[in-house]
């Protein structure tokens, strides 16, 4: 019996697909170059500093590669598992939307949850979720 075969070669055990790698860094890149350029004058006039929000952008969008690649390192079969849970806990987080007091009203829609950190937006969970589900 030969054991090699069985077992998975190192360099497959965490494949990146290349292509959709670089395509999801150039969509990174434009839209933090175009949140810079779209925001100089009002950051400027909001806050003194005209790379204010290019520079939150940033910091967020790097928080955002780091979470995906944690994300990317659980195995496939860890989310299938764990399909109807997350569905679940969605499902909680859309009513939690719509309760006063919790849900954060902005421009007259209550779609955020105010963590301490961040605001999330319920529905973009759930988009996941449910491909997942």
């Known amino acids: 019996m030969n054991l090699d075969a069985a077992m998975p070669h190192p ?10 790698l670089m395509a999801a860094l150039a969509l990174s890149i434009i839209g933090l170059v ?3 350029s779209a925001s100089v004058d009002i950051a400027r006039s909001l806050t003194g500093n005209p790379m204010h929000f290019a520079v ?11 979470v995906g690649f944690a994300v ?11 399909d109807g849970l ?11 939307v719509l309760i006063p007091g919790i849900g954060k009203t902005v421009n007259g829609s209550s779609r955020w949850l105010d963590l301490v950190v961040f ?15």
């Open 11 to 20: 360099s497959r055990q965490f494949a990146i697909d290349q292509p959709l």
């Open 34 to 36: 175009m949140v810079g």
């Open 56 to 66: 939150r952008q940033a910091i967020y969008l790097g928080m955002a590669w780091v």
């Open 72 to 82: 990317l390192r659980v195995p496939m079969s860890f989310w299938q598992k764990q």
């Open 86 to 96: 997350l569905i679940l806990g969605t499902l909680t987080l859309l009513v939690l």
């Open 119 to 133: 605001r999330l937006q319920a529905s973009e969970v759930a988009k996941i979720a449910t491909v997942l589900y």
